[in-house]
Nanobody, 125 residues
């Protein structure tokens, strides 16, 4: 069992930066691949990024590639999403999620095993 809690969201201007954090509880955190998803009002969950258990592989959605960076600290049971050059279309609730290594490369929300409550990111123009 893994419990996840996101933080770091807020209101930022176009072109600004934010760093989201996701703290995990449970001794098995390091065995999971971790992903970030986002959900804008009226839309489905959208894949953002994923990182393997040891940080050796990362994968990004085309819409955020080059602007967002996912990382993790297994000693701190935390995964991060550094977001820069933010755009209004990045506005959404951001969720971190845990999935098995088998599902690392999946972009489907339903392939996540655990997820947090989300944190709101609003980019104003």
């Amino acid at each position: 069992q893994v419990q996840l809690g996101e933080s770091g969201g807020g209101l930022v201007q176009v072109g600004g930066s934010l760093r989201l954090s996701c703290a995990a509880s449970g001794r098995t955190f390091s065995s999971y691949s971790m992903a970030w998803f986002r959900q804008a009002p009226g839309k489905d969950h959208e894949f953002v990024a994923v990182i393997t258990w040891n940080g050796g592989y990362t994968f990004y959605a085309n819409s955020v590639k080059g602007r967002f960076t996912i990382s993790r600290d297994n000693a701190e049971n935390t995964v991060y999403l550094q977001m820069s050059s933010l755009k209004p279309e990045d506005t959404a609730v951001y969720y971190c999620a845990a999935r098995t290594p088998y599902d690392t490369s999946s972009t489907k929300w339903e392939d996540n095993r655990y997820w947090g409550q989300g944190t709101q990111v609003t980019v104003s123009s």
